[in-house]
């Protein structure tokens, strides 16, 4: 019997704590109920009633102590420890309650019932009746976890140095800077990334954790690192103050911690400090372009910064009103401080993604224009920022200019071998020019720099699949899916993790679950060109002619798409025998 275990576990779970603050809470009560009693001249048994209502709550107490924890989610069962709940503290507080439910009609009968009134009595029968019901519903209620697992394969145990950075909690007095801390926190991630000889979990997985209760030892082996980097961010006014510790996966002990009380100006030098100290911890060493990576120089002017986050979150949702609403912070950023080399890769970002998806074909030279001028602009700034790389290569790609495009690609993945954008985009590019082999290496060069780009497997399940190789395509949509679900678990309202899922699904996996995804995206974004196309795309693929039929009529009805593209898009194959997609083609006007 591991006594020092039993004891850690019960400090863990705050019972110590509880059995303290229950014993004064008790007293106080005793002392304030004596004399209100006898200076009302109330008879002696509500004192009576009192004593054994403090000893029924004792043992109640102690066991939701042990099984619940009171979090910023609201009341969560108490996750058991790395290595398993001990078994003595639980049967112990097992007994202990049983032993207090047990004496408790002995005690009631003994002060009260034998000598109290009917009135009394059926108040008691009430009162219990209401705490046994109320008892067993919070107990047997379906709890929620602390920290979901994520889908797939058994985690396995941190090779080398490994940090996973946690979404950074808000404690600014209005609690309205999340989108803020989420800056920060990613922003620290993509300064990590960076770094070789450091293995960094993605984005989607670490911020699953988000808002919920973390044991770092669950923690770190759901996510196979050895550390985690968390943190709070408090703003007010002009002054922020960051908190940060980096915490040992294998004992949750502390391995480095610091608090920074700076001007909001000096935001970057706080995540580049974070940065340096997780390094510096881990005890890695730095190359010179390394360094300059961990700096990112950013921009002085909070708001300008506060609006490209913004940006960055709109572009991610992939949805035509995101698009739209990314162009305007982006430009709003850049208005601000015209040198934000980061805000003009974001503008040549939005330009491309709406390009790419037929959105604006009617104002398609000015997004041309203005995303090739933005990505210049941005390199001109910084020449050696890999996103602004990626961006002008994307542009490019769409003028014409492939080779200065190819160019571009290999470069940024020798500045940042570590950012996953230019090895998708890369791959993307690949792919229309016929090199499917050299994309298909790209694209899991991407899902090994990141494992939840459900984007990437998804392409990689529609390459396979046209080369014959169906085992590799079955592979890949599995490991889709299993992107897909940790995206939808950290965001359920994201279509495009919707409808790509449903296309694996469909293709090779649960068909039931795959028309509830588009069903679900459809009710999330019903009048959205790019989700009415890829749902339509999704049932065609499915066999539901008339129901594709019908969607591809609504998406057409928005006024967007590209009559090219959707006459050869392959997920549209089944539909082009059928007078009625002639007609619908028709309307197309670009």
Same mark, same amino acid.
């Given at each position: ?391 002008? +290569? ?5 003028? !014409? =200019?492939? $080779?200065? /495009?190819? #160019?571009? @690609?290999?470069? &940024?993945?020798? %500045? *940042? ?9 890369? +791959? ?5 020019? !016929? =090199?499917? $082999?050299? /994309?298909? #290496?790209? @694209?899991?060069? &991407?899902?090994? %720099? *990141? ?16 080369? !014959?190789?169906?085992?590799? /395509? ?117």
């Amino acid at each position: 019997m591991d006594t020092t275990r039993w004891l850690e576990e019960l400090r863990r779970r705050r019972v110590f704590r509880v059995l303290i603050g229950y014993g004064i809470a008790s007293f106080a009560i005793l002392q304030v109920v004596e004399p209100v009693m006898h200076g009302l001249h109330l008879p002696e048994w509500v004192l009576s009633i009192v004593v054994v209502a403090l000893g029924i709550g004792f043992p109640l107490a102690v066991t939701l102590a042990w099984a619940f924890d009171l979090t910023s989610s609201g009341i969560e069962r108490t996750r058991a420890a790395g290595g398993g709940v001990p078994q003595g503290p639980r049967l112990a507080l097992l007994l202990l309650g049983l032993g207090g439910i047990a004496a408790a009609p002995g005690l009631l009968y003994y002060f009260v019932w034998r000598d109290g009134s009917a009135p009394v009595r059926l108040s008691l029968v009430a009162a219990g009746a209401a705490l046994v019901a109320g008892g067993a519903a919070l107990f047997f209620r379906p709890g929620r976890r602390s920290a979901p697992p994520p889908p797939g394969p058994a985690p396995r145990e941190p090779q080398g140095p490994s940090v996973a950075v946690l979404p950074f909690a808000d404690m600014s007095p209005a609690k309205d800077q999340d989108f803020f801390c989420d800056g920060i926190a990613e922003e620290i991630l993509n300064a990590l990334c960076g770094v070789s000889g450091l293995r960094v979990a993605a984005r989607s997985s670490s911020f699953q954790f988000k808002g919920r209760s973390v044991d770092s030892r669950e923690a770190s082996r759901f996510l196979g690192v050895s550390t985690l980097l968390e943190g709070s961010v408090r703003k007010a006014g002009d002054t922020v103050r960051v908190a940060a510790q980096l915490v040992s996966g294998a004992d949750g002990y502390q391995i480095w911690s610091a608090s920074f009380d700076r001007g909001l100006e000096d935001i970057f030098a706080i995540q580049e400090e974070i940065a340096q100290a997780v390094v510096r911890a881990l005890k890695l060493q730095l190359s010179p372009g390394e360094e300059t990576r961990l700096r990112r120089p950013g921009t002085k002017n909070l708001q300008a910064y506060e609006m490209y986050l913004k940006g960055r979150q709109f572009l991610m949702s992939h949805a035509e009103s995101g698009f739209r609403f990314a162009r305007q912070m982006f430009r709003g950023a850049i208005e601000l401080d015209p040198g934000y080399a980061q805000a003009h890769a974001g503008l040549a970002d939005t330009c491309f993604m709406s390009l790419q998806w037929h959105i604006e074909e009617a104002r398609a030279e000015e997004f041309r224009a203005e995303g090739l001028r933005a990505s210049e602009e941005a390199l001109r700034i910084d020449p050696d920022l890999a996103e602004g790389l990626v961006a002008r +290569a994307n542009m490019l790609s769409l003028v !014409g =200019r492939g $080779e200065d /495009a190819e #160019r571009d @690609f290999l470069r &940024a993945t020798e %500045l *940042n071998p570590a950012l996953p954008d230019a090895r998708y985009f890369y +791959a993307r590019f690949l792919w229309p020019a !016929g =090199r499917l $082999e050299e /994309a298909v #290496r790209q @694209f899991e060069e &991407a899902v090994r %720099l *990141n494992p939840d780009d459900y984007a990437s497997f998804a392409l990689l399940v529609t390459l396979h699949h046209g080369a !014959g190789e169906e085992d590799k /395509a079955r592979d890949a949509a599995r490991r889709t899916n299993a992107a897909v679900e940790r995206r939808l678990r950290l965001t359920p309202d994201d279509v495009r993790a919707l409808y790509m899922g449903a296309g694996a699904d469909l293709r090779y996996g649960d068909r039931a679950r795959g028309f509830e995804r588009l069903a679900r995206a459809l009710d999330l974004m019903p009048n959205d060109f790019s989700t009415l196309y890829n749902v339509a795309c999704g049932y065609a693929q499915a066999g539901e002619s008339e129901k594709a039929l019908d969607l591809l009529d609504r998406a057409v009805a928005t006024g967007r798409g590209f009559r090219r593209w959707i006459e050869n898009d392959a997920d549209l194959a089944p539909l082009r025998g059928s007078p009625r997609f002639r007609a619908i083609v028709e309307r197309v006007k670009y």
